[in-house]
Nanobody, 123 residues
């Protein structure tokens, strides 16, 4: 599975962005997927995860109510809609996938990773 993340950029606090993660090589419908982020000087952290059907999602507490993860298996693509962005959301965001049923929140549980896309939120 090859993953390609896109959609990052520079936005003012309170603004919105939508990240995309396009997959190739395998059909993603049997994969759990997730978004992680890593800010400068900090460890990578779980942001959001979604099960194979999109019927189950999980979020880091700090993004609940502001971020929405979704997927379109027909397009082999996952999304992260981010609204009410804050400067502390600034990070490199990466998408990941692992074959399975249940959402994983630990980076080490994922087998496939896309390159990151930088999100910068100015105050």
């Amino acid at each position: 599975v090859q993953l390609q993340a896109s959609g990052g950029g520079l936005v003012q606090a309170g603004g919105s962005l939508r990240l995309s993660c396009a997959a190739s090589g395998r059909i993603l419908s049997s994969y759990v997927m997730g978004w992680f982020r890593q800010a400068p000087g900090k460890e990578r952290e779980f942001v959001a995860g979604i099960n194979w059907s999109g019927g189950s999602t999980d979020y880091q507490d700090s993004v609940k109510g502001r971020f929405t993860i979704s997927r379109d298996n027909a397009k082999n693509t996952m999304y992260l809609q981010m609204v009410s962005l804050k400067p502390e959301d600034t990070a490199v965001y990466s998408c990941a996938a692992v074959r399975g049923i249940h959402i994983r929140t630990m980076a080490r549980d994922y087998d496939y990773w896309g390159q990151g896309t930088l999100v910068t939120v100015s105050s």
